[in-house]
């Protein structure tokens, strides 16, 4: 599986879009990207996910570069609530694939008033 | 819908007591996932199961742990004896069929083991 780095922290003032930055070099042409994020002692939730486009759900958009080497997850109208940990998570798409979900360290968001 | 329940959400037990914590997935789900949870490790995958049958424990740090999964609607997540440095919290997570959604995971509330 590919591997992904993101900053360790980052700060947004608050009704501010956060960019959250993520790096995959490694990427093979099956495997897509995940979101996750993890408030404080809550199990993580899921936010969002692609493979090649761009998406966008209610709670944000991603955008994938086109060489896939990386993406930026964004919340648009940033809140004290999305203060939390974000994991970008790669993995191989398929039915066999519905497995391992490998958190790294995450960037820890900081939203603030 | 019920998400994920976990029980208990908090344990304390001293060192050498076996502790069981439990894990009821969404109904219709086939993957069921267990992770812990500790400051200086991050998350850490243990065990997940498909349709009841384990399919990867490389996580499971050692012989006192196991995971058993009896039937589509239950889980535990075993420690015999149990030490201090399992102190941590463990999550369950289950996921639907990739066929059908795209295969996020569900996890719950966690279980907050304490053991001294």
């Known amino acids: 599986d590919a591997k992904t780095t993101q900053p360790p922290s980052m700060d947004c003032a608050e009704g501010r879009a956060a960019n959250l930055p993520c790096n995959h070099s490694?990427?093979?042409?099956?495997?897509?990207v995940y979101w996750y994020r993890q408030i404080h002692s809550q199990g993580p939730q899921y936010i969002i996910h692609?493979?090649?486009n761009n998406e966008t759900n209610e709670m944000a958009s991603l955008i994938i570069t086109e060489d896939r080497k990386s993406s930026t997850l964004i919340l648009p109208h940033a809140t004290l609530r999305d203060t939390a940990v974000y994991y970008c998570?790669?993995?191989?798409?398929?039915?066999?694939?519905?497995?391992?979900?490998?958190f790294g360290s995450g960037t820890r968001l900081s939203i603030r008033p | 819908d019920a998400g994920v329940i976990q029980s208990p959400r908090h344990e304390v037990t001293e060192m050498g007591q076996e502790v069981t914590l439990r894990c009821k997935p969404i109904?219709?789900?086939?993957?069921l996932f267990w992770y812990r949870q500790t400051m200086m490790r991050g998350l850490e995958l243990l065990i997940y199961?498909?349709?009841?049958?384990?399919?990867?424990d490389s996580g499971m740090p050692e012989d006192r742990f196991s995971a058993k999964m009896p039937n589509a609607s239950f889980s535990t997540l075993k420690i015999q004896p149990s030490e201090p440095r399992d102190s941590a919290v463990y999550f369950c997570?289950?996921?639907?069929?990739?066929?059908?959604?795209?295969?996020?995971?569900?996890f719950g509330e966690g279980s907050r083991l304490t053991v001294l």
């Open positions: 109904s219709g789900h086939d993957y």
């Open positions: 998570i790669v993995r191989p798409g398929g039915y066999s694939s519905a497995s391992k979900i490998i």
């Open positions: 692609g493979l090649k």
């Open positions: 199961f498909n349709n009841n049958v384990p399919i990867d």
């Open positions: 490694t990427i093979s042409g099956n495997e897509y």
């Open positions: 997570a289950s996921s639907p069929p990739w066929v059908k959604v795209a295969g996020e995971l569900f």
